[in-house]
């Protein structure tokens, strides 16, 4: 079983749409919870750390679900520019970090 | 955010030769740095965790005489793909972690090419 799971994609959404992506994880322990954007070609950069009391940062909303183990991605009001793979991430109790497959994002105009 | 540098960018090699690619921390001292591989339109799998001073601790299936890992400083990691053939071409990102980051952050990756 994988350590993080999510849903490739592509989702296809119009500009102005809100998305939402879902991301599994496998250990219980699991101490710290990331979404990464990673645009073609280049390396994942932080977009932004996932709490427990969940937080948003202007348009991207994050949640945490220790119960269920899933961290959510909301984007309001998308922009072309949002157009990426968007990578959770889970740091383990030993601190190793372990991505998702990552999902794929398709803002149309 | 911390600044973490990958040497090099790209690089085409030899079958048969060896390729040393080397992460730097620049303004934090990286106690963990990671190794990762990811192939076209695939995830980043994780490769090896090398904290500095000890030996990397390697993940199922990635051969470790192949793979060779060094972080011998809090600033520098090195990964080297001895004897690279045709399938080891990929890209290959680094990240580091220090003891008070509780996030990772990545080197600029270096893709590998080898002909």
């Known amino acids: 079983r994988k350590e993080v799971e999510q849903d490739p994609g592509p989702f296809n959404v119009p500009e102005g749409a809100t998305v939402a992506f879902n991301c599994t994880y496998s250990?219980?322990?699991?101490?710290?919870f990331f979404w990464y954007r990673q645009d073609c070609r280049k390396e994942p950069k932080l977009l932004m750390s996932v709490y427990s009391s969940g937080n948003e940062d202007g348009r991207f909303t994050a949640q945490l679900n220790r119960a269920s183990q899933y961290i959510s991605l909301l984007i309001r009001d998308s922009k072309l520019s949002d157009s990426a793979t968007y990578l959770c991430a889970v740091n383990d109790n030993f601190n190793k970090f372990y991505f998702g497959s990552g999902t794929k994002l398709n803002v149309k105009p | 955010g911390a600044v973490v540098s990958q040497h090099p960018s790209w690089v085409i090699c030899k079958s048969g030769t060896s390729v040393k690619i080397e992460c730097r921390s620049l303004?934090?001292?990286?106690?963990?740095m990671f190794w990762y591989r990811q192939f076209p339109k695939q995830s980043l799998m994780l490769m090896a965790t090398s904290n500095e001073g000890s030996k990397a601790t390697y993940e199922q299936g990635v051969e470790k005489d192949k793979f060779l890992i060094n972080h011998a400083s809090l600033t520098l990691s090195t990964l080297t793909v001895t004897s690279a053939h045709p399938e080891d071409s990929s890209f290959y990102i680094c990240?580091?972690?220090?003891?008070?980051?509780?996030?990772?952050?990545f080197g600029q990756g270096t893709r590998l090419t080898v002909v």
């Open positions: 990240s580091a972690a220090g003891l008070t980051n509780t996030e990772a952050f």
């Open positions: 250990n219980s322990a699991s101490q710290s």
């Open positions: 303004d934090f001292q990286a106690t963990t």
